[in-house]
């Protein structure tokens, strides 16, 4: 049995993050959550994350926002980040893997797909 890592969902829809944590409790791998990119920063920082899976589109800082402040954080440079969409708009992809993303899981999330893209993010 592979070994068991820590997921971090960060999406201000609660419905979107209840969904995407449903999803991913058939994994052997802990979930936690965060609604903003504020409560992303803290959990980073109290706990032991391995990935993070973050909304594109949220008020305040949003996920381009929380994944640059991120990667400016001492032991983040590297984390494997999946983003969150409701569309495929170029320019964000683009900014998104400029800043190191390994995916993007477009909603309405697909069970199968989401847990592909995670393994493949966790190898």
Known sequence: MAEKKHILVVDDDVM??????FILKKT??????????????????????DLL???????????LETLSEIRGMAGF???PVIFLTGT?????MREAEAL???D???KP????ELMDQIERALE
């Open 16 to 21: 979107s993050l209840r969904r995407a944590e």
């Open 28 to 49: 052997s791998h802990e979930i936690l959550t965060a609604e903003s990119g504020d409560e992303c920063i803290q959990k980073l920082q109290s706990n032991q994350v």
């Open 53 to 63: 899976v973050l909304d594109v589109k949220m008020p305040g800082k949003d996920g």
């Open 77 to 79: 440079e590297d984390l």
């Open 88 to 92: 495929e708009d170029t320019e964000q």
């Open 100 to 102: 190191g993303a390994k």
């Open 104 to 106: 993007f899981a477009i």
């Open 109 to 112: 999330l697909k069970p199968q």
